[in-house]
């Protein structure tokens, strides 16, 4: 039946505001399956004018109703317009606000926390209670500009930050975060106000970690504890880890469970750099990585050094006000493309080599990044020297690089041929809904031109390391010890949920699907059957290497790695040693949607000799 226009705008209209108010309750999946908004399975209700919106014109179904990329295009917005954006740096306080931190939660201050630390009863020799470096952040709501030709958005952001201020530290310094929840009661429209912070694959105790189930309400604050201590200190590699574990770039980012997509879009994330007497963060010392320390000392951004965080976004085409759609299962695609916050901006660059930090903060959607001369559309081929915030035994040299959700690509460019010219990040990967990838590549000029670089015509001296030169970093950690237990988890779709092993994550995160023994090793397989959907999954806690994958491994996939790139029927076997401390971590896919929709899992470690071998948990 054709529907008069005037009528189907109406009706659309009337959908999106009903799914708004939803929305704006807050309501969770499974509050939503209680109060007969979802089928069983797991789609959207038809009724009460959400269908219109769900099933079809509006959006491209993703099949079975359950939405899908929007056909209703974001308002137009000008590229290459505003300069791109340099957090800066998270400052050391020299006293927290508030009382004095404790080991055990300080309950009665109007602390969140449930656990004490453990770092500080059973590592009394390592690490000195409270940490000599003592930081504090607010989480807060401000108005920020993402494009000139939008209006201000509300966002929630770390000090009132998108994305949030970098957070410099160095191995071997512990530290103390305090991290205040001074959210709003209203978030006009989504979001959830009590929240979680997770330092994605940090080695940090279970309590500091940003557990899916230890969020603390608005008005209460969170003491982390983060020892930025070499994996292996307690066990393999005492007493001061090893340093082929060393970790580099990292992001903290909200992990509330059912509302992680909805608070990580509204703009709760920020980088974390982590630094030693190797990687430096000054190009005359240590691996000599591009990079050249501020006069202000430490805290200070480093030049040529640059983090980049890639986000989509949806906005509403009547309003410009940035857009959630709790009813997309599949996962989110936005069709505005941001770095550090601004839609698609240009950075003038010398013509010499810089370090890029680059991160896929999602919340759905995968890169396949290309450096491309757009005037003559060739391709300018680059190094990469990490994946997951680790670094590569050496750079590789690629034309392109693949990052899924919470992945980051460490790469060198080097200019110093290009000055005078322009030159584009190009995102070739073709990907028309949030199930994952197509698997084609378009072709060179076809895809998404998401940040501009200018490169000048004279710079300053450049004594980094040239890639070219094959310089080694860190060697691969040993992967031939015996598995004290083998796992294998299947990643799959069912009653249009996204499940482990056919189960959902439970709502408060209670019960333990399987026990690690501390300081052991295991060798867990993912498997996904399908080739609708691809899976980002994310081990916390312990990088993880790729023994074996029944498809090819790109070159940059011999590794460590945070996140494993599960692809259509791809089965791969990952090798772990879960070492020092102990406590519960979750696993779950990354594709923040599907961890919302309870992709999602917990696991403990628990002190020798316990433990379990559940083979398929
Ligand atoms: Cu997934």
């Not at 990329?69 to 954006?85: G, H, K, V």
């Not at 740096?89 to 004095?100: E, F, T």
């Not at 003559?376 to 035994?393: A, C, H, R, V």
């Not at 750079?395 to 460490?410: F, L």
Request: charged share 20%.
């Amino acid at each position: 039946m054709l529907i008069p226009r005037h009528r189907e705008k109406k009706s659309l209209a009337n959908a999106r505001k009903n799914r708004l108010e939803i929305i704006k309750a807050q309501l969770s999946r499974r509050e939503m399956m209680k109060a007969g908004l979802l089928g069983a399975g797991g789609y959207l209700v038809l009724k009460n004018g959400l269908s219109q919106w769900a099933s079809g014109y509006a959006w491209a179904s993703g099949g079975g109703g359950d939405g899908g990329t929007p056909i209703t295009p974001s308002p137009p917005t000008r590229a290459f317009i505003e300069a791109l954006p340099i957090m800066p740096i998270r400052q050391p306080v020299a006293a927290l606000s508030g009382p004095a931190p404790t080991i055990a939660p300080n309950t009665a201050g109007g602390e969140g926390r449930t656990r004490p630390h453990q770092a500080f009863g059973s590592y009394p020799t390592k690490f000195t209670f409270p940490a000599a470096l003592k930081f504090e952040t607010h989480q807060r709501e401000a108005f920020v500009s993402m494009s000139p030709d939008l209006p201000p958005q509300p966002i929630w952001g770390f000090d009132g930050q998108w994305p949030g201020p970098t957070h410099y530290a160095r191995y071997g310094q512990d530290l103390l975060i305090r991290n205040f929840n001074d959210l709003p009661a209203d978030n006009r429209g989504f979001g959830m106000n009590s929240v979680t912070t997770h330092l994605h694959n940090a080695h940090t105790p279970s309590e500091s970690d940003g557990f899916p189930c230890d969020f603390f309400a608005r008005g209460k604050f969170y003491d982390h504890h983060y020892p930025n201590a070499l994996a292996g200190f307690g066990s393999t590699h005492g007493p001061s880890g090893d340093i082929n574990e060393a970790l580099g770039t990292l992001w903290y980012h909200d992990h509330r469970v059912d509302f992680t997509a909805q608070n990580v879009y509204k703009g709760l994330a920020g980088f974390y750099c982590l630094f030693n007497n190797l990687d430096t963060g000054n190009e005359t010392t240590g691996f000599r990585l591009p990079g050249v320390p501020d006069s202000a000392g430490f805290f200070a951004p480093i030049k040529y050094d640059v983090p980049l965080m890639l986000a989509d976004r949806v906005f509403d085409p009547s309003t410009g006000a940035l857009f959630f759609d709790l009813f997309n299962f599949d996962g989110i695609l936005g069709d505005k493309f941001l770095v550090n916050g601004k839609i698609q901006p240009f950075f003038e660059v010398e013509p010499r080599r810089y370090r890029f930090r680059i991160l896929n903060s999602g919340p759905s959607r995968f890169y396949q990044l290309f450096l491309t001369d757009q005037g003559s559309n060739t391709q300018i081929p680059f190094y990469q020297i990490g994946t997951d915030g680790n670094l590569l035994p050496r750079p590789i040299q690629v034309n392109n690089s693949i990052v899924a959700v919470a992945q980051r690509m460490e790469v060198i460019i080097d200019f110093r041929n290009f000055a005078g010219k322009t030159l584009y990040f190009e995102n070739r990967l073709e990907q028309i809904d949030g199930r994952g990838p197509t698997g084609n590549t378009l072709p060179a000029g076809a895809g998404n031109f998401i940040m501009q670089f200018r490169v000048k015509s004279t710079g300053a001296a450049d004594n980094s390391v040239d890639p070219a030169t094959n310089p080694q970093f860190y060697a691969l950690p040993n992967k031939t010890t015996a598995a004290r237990a083998s796992r294998r988890f299947r990643f799959e779709r069912g009653n249009g949920q996204w499940q482990i092993n056919g189960r959902l994550m439970d709502g408060d995160c209670s019960a333990p699907r399987f026990q690690v023994q501390q300081n052991s090793v295991e060798y867990w397989t993912l498997e996904n059957k399908s080739d609708g959907w691809m899976h980002p999954v994310h081990i916390h806690f312990e990088e993880h290497q790729i023994m074996s994958q029944n498809l090819p491994l790109l070159t940059t996939d011999v590794s460590r790695k945070d996140v494993m790139r599960l692809q259509h029927r791809a089965t791969a076997q990952l090798f772990f040693r879960f070492r020092d401390f102990i406590g519960r971590y979750p696993f779950h896919c990354h594709n923040v949607v599907h961890e919302d929709h309870a992709m999602m899992l917990r696991w403990d470690i628990v002190p020798a000799p316990g433990g379990d071998t559940n083979s398929q948990p």
